[in-house]
C-alpha cells in the first residue's frame, strides 16, 4: 500500500486528517512514525498557500513520500484579521494562544472569524503540486467551551452548528470545519491520480428472519450521497477478492460478522461523474446472513442501520440508480430466503 505522509508532529490534527480519509487505499503516516526526524522548514511566507506549498516541497524531498502539508488561521475581523497566518506562532502552547486571543478581545461585541486553510499536496516522483482550500465562518466565545480537538478548537463557534469544534465529535467537525471542506477535495485528487478509475464493490444484501439490512450514508460534502439508504460493501483493493473484501468491509462499517450464502446474477455499472473526476463501479451483489457481532457501526461512513422487508425497498431513498437494481433482483432474493430459509 502506498505511503502518503501527513506532514505534522500534532497528534490531533493528524488523527482528525486520517479519520477523514480513512476509506482510501493508502497508508497514511506522519513525521513522528519517520525512522529519521527532520528538522521543520522556516515559515516566512506571507501568505496560507505559499507556507503550505514550500512545506509540502521540503518535506516531500527530504522523504520521497507523496506528501500533504497544510497551513491555517484564525481570522478575527475586530483584531484586523490577527492571528491569521501567524496563528500557530503567537505561543507555544493552545492554552496560551486562546488565552491571547480572548484577552484582546475582551469586552468587544464583534467577535466575527473566519477559520481559513489551505492543503497543498507533493508528489516528489514528478514534481506535481496540488493545492485545495477551505473555509469556515464563527465567532470567537467569551470563555473556552469544550473538551474535543486542538488549536482554536475551544473558541471557535460555528455559527451553523452552534457550537464550538470542541464540543463536537470527529464524525460533526468533518461534516462542517475548513479542514475537512479542503480535504474533501484532496480526497478526490487522490482518487483521480492513483485509484482505478473503474471499481468493483461487493455488497451485502444481509438477511435476518426475512428482512434485510440497510446503512443510511454518512456522505456531507456528497449531498448525492448523504442521508442515502445502500447496503454494507466496499470497493476490492489491489491483491484482495470479492468475497474477502465484502467480508472485510461488513464488519467495518457494522461490526457483523457474516457468512456468504450466494452470489446474486447481476452485476451493476454505474458511473459517477464529478467535475474533475470520472468512474464506474461494477456492483456484486451476495446474499449473506449474520454469524456472530453486535451491530457497532463505523460514524464516520454510517448514520444508522435497519431491518426492512424486501419489498419495501420502494419506501426509502437509496443512492442514485439503487432503486432500479434491487427491483431486479428482488425475485431472485426472494428465492434464496425461501432456499435457505433465511
Known amino acids: 500500500m502506498q505511503k502518503v505522509l501527513i506532514a505534522t508532529t500534532n ?3 493528524f488523527n482528525e486528517t486520517k479519520e477523514f480519509l480513512s476509506d482510501l487505499a493508502f497508508n497514511f503516516i506522519s513525521l513522528n512514525d519517520l525512522n529519521k526526524k527532520i528538522s521543520p ?3 516566512n511566507e506571507d501568505n496560507l498557500e505559499k507556507n503550505a506549498m514550500s512545506k509540502a516541497v521540503y518535506y516531500g524531498e527530504k522523504t520521497g ?23 500557530a506562532r503567537i505561543a507555544k502552547t493552545d492554552k496560551e494562544r486562546c488565552k491571547i486571543i480572548l484577552e484582546k478581545l475582551k469586552n468587544k461585541k464583534s467577535r466575527s472569524a473566519i477559520f481559513a486553510l489551505v492543503y497543498a499536496l507533493y508528489n ?13 465562518k464563527g465567532k470567537i466565545t467569551e470563555k473556552e467551551i469544550g473538551k474535543n480537538g486542538f488549536g482554536y478548537d475551544q473558541i471557535f463557534y460555528v455559527n451553523e452548528k452552534k457550537k464550538t469544534y470542541a464540543q463536537m465529535k470527529i464524525q460533526e467537525k468533518n461534516s462542517c470545519s475548513h479542514r475537512a471542506k479542503a480535504l474533501n477535495k484532496v480526497k478526490y485528487f487522490l482518487l483521480n491520480q492513483f485509484d482505478p478509475k473503474h471499481i468493483v464493490v461487493p455488497f451485502g444484501i444481509i438477511v435476518k428472519e426475512g428482512k434485510m439490512l440497510i446503512s443510511l450514508r454518512n456522505d456531507p460534502h456528497r449531498p448525492k450521497s448523504h442521508k442515502k439508504w445502500e447496503m454494507p460493501g466496499g470497493g476490492v483493493d489491489f491483491g484482495d477478492n470479492v468475497e474477502s473484501t ?35 463501479v461494477f456492483l456484486v451483489p451476495f446474499v449473506c446472513k449474520i454469524i456472530s457481532g453486535k451491530l457497532a457501526l463505523n460514524s464516520n461512513e454510517v448514520l444508522t442501520t435497519k431491518w426492512i422487508k424486501p419489498n419495501d425497498y420502494k419506501n426509502y431513498k437509496f443512492l442514485e440508480g439503487n432503486n432500479i437494481m434491487l427491483k431486479k433482483l428482488l425475485p431472485q432474493l426472494k428465492q434464496v430466503i425461501k432456499d435457505f430459509k433465511l
Do not use: H, R, W
Open 41 to 43: 522548514p522556516e515559515e
Open 11 to 13: 497528534q490531533g490534527k
Open 124 to 136: 516528489p516522483s514528478n514534481q506535481d503540486l496540488y493545492l485545495a482550500s477551505g473555509m469556515t
Open 65 to 87: 513520500l507523496i506528501t500533504l502539508c497544510d497551513d491555517s488561521g484564525l481570522f478575527v475581523k475586530t483584531l484586523k484579521n490577527f492571528p491569521g497566518i501567524y496563528s
Open 246 to 280: 465484502l467480508l472485510k468491509e461488513v464488519k467495518e462499517e457494522t461490526g457483523y460478522k457474516i457468512k456468504i450464502i450466494k452470489q446474486l446474477q447481476g452485476i451493476t455499472v454505474k458511473s459517477v461523474a464529478y467535475p474533475n473526476y470520472k468512474y464506474q
